[in-house]
T-cell receptor
Framework: NAGVMQNPRHLVRRRGQEARLRCSPM?????VYWYRQLPEEGLKFMVY????????ESGMPKERFSAEFPKEGPSILRIQQVVRGDSAAYFC????????????FGPGTRLLVL | GQSLEQPSEVTAVEGAIVQINCTYQ??????LSWYQQHDGGAPTFLSY????GLEETGRFSSFLSRSDSYGYLLLQELQMKDSASYFC?????????FGTGTRLQVFP
C-alpha cells in the first residue's frame, strides 16, 4: 500500500527557470493538498485540488504559481521564473474525502534556487 | 487573523512524560490534529480530535477543549526516537492551519 509519492525529492534551479513538482496521492484518495515549509517554520497551505478541479487556492501566490490535478496522472505544482525566496520544502498531502481530519503527507520536494 | 500558539522547545529525559500545549484562534474549526516531523522528514499524522475530550493511541494521547480553544499532546514513556518537532494543526474547512511547531529533545 504505497503512500503519497512525490518527485523529485530534491530540485535545484537557477533564478528565472521553471520548477515542476509532482505528487501522486495514496491509492483511493481523490483529494490533494499542497503546503510549503520554510526552514524552522510550520507548513503553510497553498492549494487544495480534486480531480480536474481547484477547490481552494487561497494560499497560492497570485503570480508564477499554478497547480493542477488532471483526470489521469499526478498532481503538479508549477513555479515559473523561480526566485531565491521560492527555496523551501514543498509537501503534498492526500485524504480520502474532504472535511477529513487526516491528511497523509508525502516525503516532500526540497527546492533550492541558486 | 489565524494563529496557533505552541511552545518553541521542550526538553525531557527518557522515560518521562511531556505535554505540548496548543492554543488556537481561527475563523473556522473542524478539529485539531497533531503531526510529528523529524529533521528533513515529512509530517507524520499522530492524532485528530473533532470533539472535546481525550484520545489515546499507545504512548501518545491528545486532548481538546473547544470552549477554551485549547488542546494538548501528551507523550508518555519518552524514547530517544521521540526527539522531533511536533505541530498542532487546525482543520479549517478543507485545509490545515499549522502552528509554528515545538521542538522536543529527549536526553538519555
Amino acid at each position: 500500500n504505497a503512500g503519497v509519492m512525490q518527485n523529485p525529492r530534491h530540485l535545484v534551479r537557477r533564478r528565472g527557470q521553471e520548477a515542476r513538482l509532482r505528487c501522486s496521492p495514496m491509492k483511493g484518495h481523490s483529494h490533494v493538498y499542497w503546503y510549503r515549509q520554510l526552514p524552522e517554520e510550520g507548513l503553510k497551505f497553498m492549494v487544495y485540488l480534486q480531480k480536474e478541479n481547484i477547490i481552494d487556492e487561497s494560499g497560492m501566490p497570485k503570480e508564477r504559481f499554478s497547480a493542477e490535478f488532471p483526470k489521469e496522472g499526478p498532481s503538479i505544482l508549477r513555479i515559473q521564473q523561480v526566485v531565491r525566496g521560492d527555496s523551501a520544502a514543498y509537501f503534498c498531502a492526500s485524504s480520502p474525502q474532504d472535511r477529513s481530519g487526516t491528511q497523509y503527507f508525502g516525503p516532500g520536494t526540497r527546492l533550492l534556487v541558486l | 487573523g489565524q494563529s496557533l500558539e505552541q511552545p518553541s522547545e521542550v526538553t525531557a529525559v527518557e522515560g518521562a512524560i511531556v505535554q505540548i500545549n496548543c492554543t488556537y484562534q481561527t475563523s473556522g474549526f473542524y478539529g485539531l490534529s497533531w503531526y510529528q516531523q523529524h529533521d528533513g522528514g515529512a509530517p507524520t499524522f499522530l492524532s485528530y480530535n473533532a470533539l472535546d475530550g481525550l484520545e489515546e493511541t499507545g504512548r501518545f494521547s491528545s486532548f481538546l477543549s473547544r470552549s477554551d480553544s485549547y488542546g494538548y499532546l501528551l507523550l508518555q514513556e519518552l524514547q530517544m526516537k521521540d526527539s522531533a518537532s511536533y505541530f498542532c494543526a487546525v482543520k479549517d474547512t478543507d485545509k490545515l492551519i499549522f502552528g509554528t511547531g515545538t521542538r522536543l529533545q529527549v536526553f538519555p
